[in-house]
């Protein structure tokens, strides 16, 4: 079991800037972001290897760096925000997948997510 605590949300205007956090309980090879915005599916921001091997949206790719400190705590730098950033972000972890990067398909443990708003 692992667990993740999220921390950063808030509401920024379009061009903006956040930063996320997220602590977890243990050093989990893959950890990620992940978003959902009202009434679309959940989706994949970023991922990163404790090695540091990331993956990127295309739509955050240039604006958001993923980022781990210790293994354990995770960051999202979010630049350039747009309102179509708005969304509920998520922390997640997998424990169980050691490839050279992390599919989105592979994680398995969630946090409880944190607010971003971004108004034009």
């Known amino acids: 079991q692992v667990q993740l605590v999220e921390s950063g949300g808030g509401s920024v205007q379009s061009g903006g800037s956040l930063r996320l956090s997220c602590v977890a309980s243990?050093?989990?090879?893959?950890m990620g972001w992940f978003r959902q915005a009202p009434g679309k599916e959940r989706e994949g921001v970023a991922t990163?290897?404790?090695?540091?091997?990331t993956t990127y949206a295309d739509s955050v790719k240039g604006r958001f760096t993923i980022s781990r400190d210790n293994a354990n705590t995770l960051y999202l730098q979010m630049n350039s925000l747009k309102p179509e950033d708005t969304a509920l972000y998520y922390c997640?972890?997998?424990?169980?997948?050691?490839?050279?990067?992390?599919?989105?398909?592979?994680?398995?443990?969630w946090g409880q997510g944190t607010q971003v708003t971004v108004s034009s």
């Open positions: 990163t290897t404790t090695y540091g091997a």
């Open positions: 997640a972890a997998s424990d169980s997948w050691y490839g050279a990067t992390c599919p989105d398909r592979v994680f398995g443990y």
């Open positions: 243990s050093n989990p090879w893959c």
